[in-house]
């Protein structure tokens, strides 16, 4: 279930900020593969850039890695 979110808070970080919330639970482990976009899109009714800029803010932190084609997938622990 979705975390609830502050009036103000735009809905790309609540998006970014429950992605991370379940990583730290271990609900999403290093190399797991996220939902579809379109899956994100139900889950926290809202658009797809919505959810594309979410997924490429936690890309650019190193939360995530994208493959075209292939979906997108928390990032594995180091060696």
Do not use: F, N, W
């Amino acid at each position: 279930m979705p975390a609830p979110a502050s009036p103000a808070e735009p809905v790309y970080r609540r998006v970014m900020r429950d992605v991370e919330a379940k990583i730290a639970s271990g609900e999403l482990r290093p190399g797991d593969q996220l939902p579809s976009i379109s899956q994100l899109r139900e889950q926290y009714k809202c658009s797809a850039p919505t959810i594309k800029q979410a997924l490429a803010r936690l890309q650019e932190r190193g939360v995530l890695q994208g493959h075209q084609g292939r979906g997108v997938y928390v990032t594995p622990a180091p060696d």
